[in-house]
C-alpha cells in the first residue's frame, strides 16, 4: 500500500505541476519543492486528480476490482472527502510541522495570511464569511490533533486504507473536521453515494479487518509492544 500510495504522490505531483504557469515551472528548476499559494478555482480540478488517484490506489486490492463498476465508483467518491481529510492532515503535518500553514493539495498551501485572498475567487452565492471563519477555526484544530497523534507511515497507510472500506457515508461537520476538508467542501464534485449490499459489505468489514492485522504486525516486527492505545 505505500509503494501505491506513492505512485499516487507522484500523479498528483506531476499533473499539478502541469497545470502551472511557465514562470512558476521556472521557479521549480531552482527549488526540490516550492509550493504555492492555493487558489479557489484549484479545488475541483484537484479534486479531480485525486479521485483519479484514490481509484488507482483501490485497485491494489483484489475485491475491488471484483466489484461491478457501479459499486466501485460509488465506494471511492464516498469516501473521497474523507480521504482527502486525512491526506492533508498528513502532507500538512510533515510539511509545516511548526507554523499555522496546511496544504491544501500536493504542490499547494494555505495560511491564515492567505486566507482572504484565497475567498476572493469565492462565488457570491457562498457564505464567505462563514466559510473563513470556520477555516481559520479548523487551521488551529488539525495541527493540535494531529501533532498530538504524529502518526507514522505505517499507521497513516493503514488509515487511509481502512477509510477507503469505510462503509458509511461521511458526512461533513464543520465543528469538527480537519482543515482540509473546510477548504475542499467549498465546491466539491457532486457526488453520490448507493447503500452497499450485504456482501459488499461483509467486504469491506473484512478488508478494514485486514488492515489492522496487518498493522498490528508491524508493530510486533519494530518491537512495539504498548500499541493498542494508538490502534483505538
Known amino acids: 500500500m505505500k509503494n501505491m500510495y506513492s505512485s499516487v504522490c507522484l500523479t498528483r505531483k506531476c499533473c ?3 497545470e502551472f504557469s511557465n514562470e512558476e515551472k521556472r521557479e521549480r528548476i531552482h527549488e526540490e519543492m516550492p509550493l504555492y499559494p492555493a487558489k479557489h478555482s484549484d479545488i475541483i480540478p484537484h479534486s479531480k486528480l485525486f479521485l483519479v488517484g484514490v481509484s488507482d490506489f483501490a485497485k491494489l486490492f483484489r475485491n475491488f476490482n471484483q466489484m461491478s463498476a ?17 491526506d492533508g492532515a498528513y ?4 510539511s509545516f510541522p511548526e507554523s499555522t500553514a496546511i496544504m491544501a493539495s500536493y504542490t499547494t498551501f494555505l495560511n491564515e495570511n492567505l486566507i482572504d485572498q484565497f475567498f476572493t475567487e469565492c462565488p457570491e452565492e457562498l457564505a464567505r464569511e462563514e466559510r473563513v471563519r470556520t477555516l481559520r477555526q479548523n487551521i488551529k484544530a488539525v495541527k493540535s490533533q494531529f501533532r498530538k497523534v504524529k502518526p507514522s507511515i505505517d499507521e497513516f497507510i493503514a488509515i487511509f486504507g481502512i477509510a477507503l472500506w469505510n462503509g458509511c457515508e461521511f458526512t461533513w461537520y ?17 457526488l453520490d453515494t448507493t447503500s452497499m449490499n450485504a456482501e459488499n459489505d461483509r467486504i469491506l468489514r ?17 518491537g512495539n509492544t504498548r500499541y493498542e492505545s494508538r490502534m483505538t
Do not use: F, P, Q
Open 16 to 18: 499539478e505541476i502541469a
Open 70 to 86: 457501479e459499486t466501485r465508483t460509488s465506494l471511492v467518491k464516498a469516501n473521497l472527502r474523507l480521504l482527502e481529510c486525512l
Open 91 to 94: 502532507t500538512t503535518l510533515k
Open 174 to 190: 464543520t465543528t469538527n473536521t480537519v482543515v482540509v476538508d473546510s477548504y475542499a467542501s467549498v465546491a466539491m464534485l457532486n
Open 206 to 222: 473484512r478488508k478494514r479487518t485486514g488492515i489492522l492485522v496487518e498493522l498490528h504486525t508491524v508493530y510486533c516486527r519494530s
